[in-house]
């Protein structure tokens, strides 16, 4: 026995008239391939498609961080028409001012910001009550731009 088949033939049944057996491993064998055909197609998909998910996540997790930094950067600024404004110009009047230029298109009324003890800064319309604990703050940049 020099060739290797031989021991595959020697190991295999006699088939002889059984035609039935024939066709049964031949259908075995042919779904066999096809499993494995479809469940390789699986693989290559998921290969294909973890790169891009990959991707995709760490450009949502970088945009969500960037959020996060640039939120806690500066406290926000409330302004009277109810607006919350990052600060541009460290006045908070009139970054107040030229938000409501933009929203409401018209002359903004006279303002007066105020620290809310807190961290905060909240711009009222000049001569409305401010609420406890707050404290009006000089005209002008207020070091916050």
């Known amino acids: 026995m020099s060739d290797p088949l031989d021991v595959v033939r020697d190991l295999a049944p006699l088939v002889g008239d059984q035609p039935g057996l024939v066709n049964r491993a ?3 064998l042919m779904e066999n391939l096809i499993r494995r ?4 197609a699986v693989l290559r998909w998921a290969r294909r498609a973890a790169v891009p998910l990959a ?3 760490l450009l949502i997790a970088a945009a969500v961080a960037w ?3 640039q939120a806690g950067d500066q406290p926000a600024l409330r302004c009277p028409d109810g607006a919350a404004i990052r600060p541009v110009t460290g006045d908070p009047v009139a970054d107040c001012a030229a938000e409501w230029r933009r929203s409401k298109a018209q002359s903004p009324p006279p303002m007066t910001a105020y620290d809310d003890g807190r961290g905060g800064v909240h711009v009222l ?3 409305e009550a401010a609420p406890p604990g707050y404290t009006a703050l000089e005209p002008g940049p207020q070091g916050r731009p």
């Open 55 to 57: 991707a995709a996540a």
């Open 26 to 28: 031949r259908t075995d």
């Open 125 to 127: 319309l000049e001569g």
């Open 67 to 69: 959020v996060v930094v």
């Open 37 to 40: 055909s479809r469940r390789e």
